[in-house]
């Protein structure tokens, strides 16, 4: 099975939950998009500086997303952001789970923009392509090649996942 395929299947569920916790925005209203916004945040933010202290993939830079969160979310009114706990990553093949994560979010982030009402800023969303999920495939496929270092992905996707449910679900229970 592939890295991707091993990825996928292992983490359906965790994907599942957090599609449905993140569905209860409404993106349309302002108030809703800001609002997904800053539970985004508070769970991207920590990621992406675990994934900074790597190496595990070349062009790690330019896919980082965090000044366009931040700048839609100054946008929005938004100065503070309570970033959700993450404790990082242990392994380069944890770092390659969590990429896969955050990456596979833009693709979805491309059709979530389609239900943002115009006017409201989308850098966050917007930034990100199909090119750029198959490079990361390509990479995985390289770099995670014994079932040790598959699990190991498969421990920090999960990881990903569960902050961003947890911040999701904070939002939740401070309504």
């Known amino acids: ?14 994907h599942e939950r957090v599609d449905a916790a993140f569905s209860q925005y409404d993106l349309s209203s302002r108030e809703g998009y800001r609002r997904f916004l800053l539970r985004q945040a508070s769970a991207h933010l920590p990621v992406e500086r675990a994934l900074d202290a790597g190496v595990a993939i070349d062009d790690w830079p330019e896919r980082r997303r965090a000044d366009a969160i931040r700048a839609d979310l100054a946008d929005l009114g938004c100065a503070e952001i309570a970033e959700a706990p993450f404790d990082g990553f242990s392994t380069q093949a944890e770092m390659l789970g969590g990429a896969y994560v955050l990456e596979g979010s833009r693709l979805g982030g491309q059709l979530l923009r389609k239900q943002v009402s115009d006017g409201l800023p989308t850098r966050f969303l917007a930034k990100g392509s199909s090119e750029a999920w198959r490079a990361l495939l390509t990479v995985l496929e390289t770099k995670l090649t014994s079932p040790e270092e598959i699990a190991e992905a498969v421990k920090g996707a999960r990881a990903v996942f569960a902050c961003f449910e947890a911040a999701a679900r904070r939002e939740v229970e401070k309504s």
């Open 1 to 14: 099975m592939s890295a991707r395929a091993a990825l996928r299947l292992a983490t359906a569920s965790d």
